[in-house]
Each structure stands twice: as C-alpha cells, then as structure tokens.
C-alpha cells in the first residue's frame, strides 16, 4: 500500500501548520522588540509592549520566545535593529492603502511592496499620499469606495492578503467595502 503512510499525512500538515505558526511568531517577536526597544522592557509602564506580549499569549506563543525577544529589544543578545516602516498605494479603483510594519532593510521591504502593487495594478505612493484618507483611526477611513464589481473586489483582497504575508508587515489598512450583492459571490 505504497503513499499510504499516516505518519507522512500527519508530517505534511504539521509542517504547514507549523509554518503558519512560525510565520505569526516571528511578527509578533518583532513588535515586542520594538516596543521594548522604544519604551523600556517593564511591562508594567510600557502599554505597548503589554499589548505585545498579549498578543503573544493569545496566538500561544511560548514564554521562552517572548523572554528572548524582550532580551533583543533591551540590548540583550544579538540581532538586528527593527525600525517602524509606512507604506501607502494606491490599488486597482483607486483605493486608498495603508500598510505598516518593522523591518530590518527598508530597501528590501520596500522593493517587495511595490512589486505587490505593481502586480495588483496599482501604485506605491509617496508619503502623506493616503495618510489623510486614514487619520489618527485607520480603521475609519474619511470615506470608503464601494466596490461592486466581483472580479475586482477579488483582486483587491488578494493585494490584502499578499501584503499582510509579507514578514515585515504588521497591518493593512484600505478604504473599500463591497457591496452586498457581492459578498454572497465571494464567499463562494
């Protein structure tokens, strides 16, 4: 019974979900860098690595883990030097995006960036080119774009997903919702 070993099955799911896991790890480790870095490595005065660690916690992440990025963030240890990055495009009906995340090479993060908007068919802005559609709240742009056009719709959650992928990129803003004959379509 050649290919039927349970092991191997068991293998290749442990390896994606593994991956996934990997891949939220090593973006939260970056955070709690950061923010240890900017505001001390006392979780008590510092909100914003409490939130950091609590988002640890909350995706299971082990205590080791969180330890040894609170260490690299306070000069401890050895490592690279994150710094905050913002990115704003625009992408296919000229919807408004905001991107930010912590990299270590901005060359490198800004390269990938742009070629996610080129592929979408949008554009990678300058700074200040969007960040007044976002404001203080990115979660509430001035104003949204409805989009009711299933293929595009499609292709604007793509260019979501495909930044949000990326290791240097924390969060993704955008100022478009879909209209609700829509939403039925794309679930399918």
Request: hydrophobic share 35%.
């Amino acid at each position: 019974m050649s290919g039927h070993s349970k092991w191997h099955n068991i293998k290749r799911k442990k390896e994606i979900t593994d991956a996934k896991r990997g891949k939220i790890f090593s973006k939260i480790s970056r955070l709690i860098t950061v923010a240890t870095r900017e505001k001390g490595s006392d979780i008590e005065t510092n909100p914003s690595l409490r939130l950091a660690v609590e988002k640890a916690k909350e995706a299971k992440m082990p205590k080791e883990n969180i330890d040894r990025a609170i260490l690299k963030g306070s000069g401890g240890g050895k490592g690279e030097v994150y710094e905050e990055v913002i990115y704003e495009g625009y992408g296919p009906e000229g919807v408004a995006f905001l991107v930010k995340g912590f990299t270590d090479n901005r060359n490198r993060t800004v390269a990938e960036i742009r070629l996610l908007f080129d592929r979408a068919g949008g554009s990678l802005g300058a700074t200040g080119s969007t960040a007044y559609i976002f404001g203080a709240d990115p979660e509430n742009p001035m104003f949204e774009i409805e989009v009711d056009d299933a293929k595009k719709a499609k292709d604007l959650f793509d260019l979501v997903e495909k930044l949000e992928e990326q290791d240097d990129i924390q969060e993704v803003f955008a100022n478009f919702t879909v209209s609700d004959g829509l939403e039925g379509q794309l679930q399918k």
